[in-house]
């Protein structure tokens, strides 16, 4: 089983509708969780960070953490094309000098149709 | 502020041959991490170092990989001798001190073809 699974997609959804991307992780005690969006041909950039269960919101993206089931979900609402990337869920590493490392999932493509 | 700086952005070579990948971290940055990214198996974590000093090399696949931090603003990434399966694109990336919770800010990548 792999420390970090997703979808790899394509995931097709229609301008403005809402995106759902979900991530599974297998360490059942690690804490903190971030979404990164990479571009085609471009490095990863952070868009989202949740520790607690529940959700998160920042504008059009909303993270969801559920620890006991270890899923993460990330859930852009109002899609727009400019939204259509890769999207990694990434895990940090949870004790020790693990803690400064992430493990990232294989990434969802997300393809948002004008 | 200048970002996460690497070199070459694209690097062709062949086989046996040997690579060496460049970067500069931000500045005032004391962590720094080497990634390899293929479709396959995503993104990868090689190795990182903490104020110039390796802390994990776990990632890095065989003894062909080789990494190095002089100074708290170079950072090389060495394979010798090289094999078609080393490619892919190799990001670097640094996070600053404190919580590591703080993002990581990764340069442009270097595209790697091993012919």
């Known amino acids: 089983q792999k420390e970090v699974e997703q979808n790899s997609g394509p995931l097709s959804v229609p301008e403005g509708a809402i995106a759902s991307l979900n991530c599974t992780y297998s360490?059942?005690?690690?804490?903190?969780f971030f979404w990164y969006r990479q571009y085609s041909g471009k490095s990863p950039e952070l868009i989202m960070s949740i520790y607690s269960n529940g959700d998160k919101e920042d504008g059009r993206f909303t993270a969801q953490l559920n620890k006991a089931s270890q899923y993460v979900s990330l859930l852009i609402r109002d899609s727009q094309p400019s939204d259509s990337a890769t999207y990694l869920c990434?895990?940090?590493?949870?004790?020790?000098?693990?803690?400064?490392?992430?493990?990232f999932g294989t990434g969802t493509l997300l393809a948002v149709q004008p | 502020d200048a970002g996460v700086i690497q070199s070459p952005r694209h690097e062709v070579t062949e086989m046996g041959q040997e690579v060496t990948l460049r970067c500069k971290p931000i500045?005032?940055?004391?962590?720094l991490f080497w990634y390899r990214q293929t479709m396959m198996r995503g993104l990868e974590l090689l190795i990182y170092?903490?104020?110039?000093?390796?802390?994990?090399d776990s990632g890095m696949p065989e003894d062909r990989f080789s990494a190095k931090m002089p100074n708290a603003s170079f950072s090389t990434l060495k394979i010798q001798p090289s094999e078609p399966r080393d490619s892919a694109v190799y990001f670097c990336?640094?996070?600053?001190?404190?919580?590591?919770?703080?993002?990581?800010?990764f340069g442009d990548g270097t595209r790697l073809s091993i012919l």
């Open positions: 990434a895990v940090k590493g949870r004790k020790g000098g693990a803690t400064n490392k992430l493990i």
């Open positions: 500045s005032g940055h004391d962590y």
């Open positions: 360490d059942r005690v690690s804490q903190s």
């Open positions: 170092f903490n104020n110039n000093v390796p802390i994990d």
């Open positions: 990336a640094s996070r600053s001190t404190g919580s590591s919770n703080q993002p990581q800010h």
